[in-house]
């Protein structure tokens, strides 16, 4: 049972254009969700996040979108640099005793090329 | 200030046999969490740890267990392994402070198990 799911594996994008990275859930009970970036070798970072209470967030070049109606939420990239080539993640979590607790997506490889 | 710290960073076990991985949170932090990760999958959930209790548990057998010592450090044991154990183990630490916002989980460069 997938309850969080990133539909596209991979991203192709160019130098200075946007991207769009697209993530999914099922469970209503998620009220929290974060981005976390991964490189070969190394653990996820964090990135960003959103709490079910907005719709928008943004950190630099990065914003988080969500639409708790459409139980979709989508990372934005602008402009999207060489360097953000990696795995992207999206992960949820249930507030309460759940804290702690990530569902992660599948990832998708986002490569930028120059 | 060093991040969380996990060893080893690779491991070759055979079936059958026992694994303990290690983990040391960022400093200050007193939750930790382990998550396995299968390639081409995002990290699933095992465990996490607060104040040396265990405080949620994912859907995984007994044959993996975990505890939380004093200074806050974990260990992730896996009894009688499988080949499908074989995985990236990734420890998570953070502040974790009831009633206050969210704390983000800041993750650790994984242990990565192989199991012949």
């Known amino acids: 049972d997938q309850q969080v799911k990133q539909n596209s594996p991979s991203l192709s994008v160019q130098e200075g254009r946007i991207s769009i990275l697209n993530c999914d859930y099922t469970n209503s009970m998620f009220d929290y969700f974060l981005w976390y970036k991964k490189y070969p070798a190394e653990g996820p970072t964090f990135l960003i996040s959103?709490?079910?209470?907005?719709d928008k967030n943004e950190d630099g070049r990065f914003t988080v979108f969500l639409n708790k109606s459409a139980k979709h939420l989508s990372l934005h990239i602008v402009p999207s640099q060489p360097g953000d080539s990696a795995v992207y993640f999206c992960a949820a979590e249930i507030g309460g005793t759940s804290y702690g607790k990530l569902t992660f997506g599948q990832g998708t490889i986002l490569t930028v090329h120059p | 200030d060093a991040g969380v710290t996990q060893s080893p960073t690779h491991l070759i076990k055979t079936r059958g046999q026992q694994v303990t991985l290690r983990c040391s949170p960022i400093s200050g932090h007193k939750s930790v969490s382990w998550y396995q990760q299968v390639l081409g999958q995002g990290p699933q959930f095992i465990f996490q740890y607060y104040e040396k209790e265990e405080r949620g548990r994912g859907n995984f057998p007994d044959r993996f267990s975990a505890r939380q010592f004093p200074n806050y450090s974990s260990e992730l044991n896996v009894n009688a392994l499988l080949l499908g154990d074989s995985a990236l183990y990734l420890c998570a630490s953070s502040l974790f402070l009831a009633g206050r916002a969210r704390e983000t989980q800041y993750f650790g460069p994984g242990t990565r198990l192989l199991v012949l």
């Open positions: 959103i709490s079910s209470i907005k």
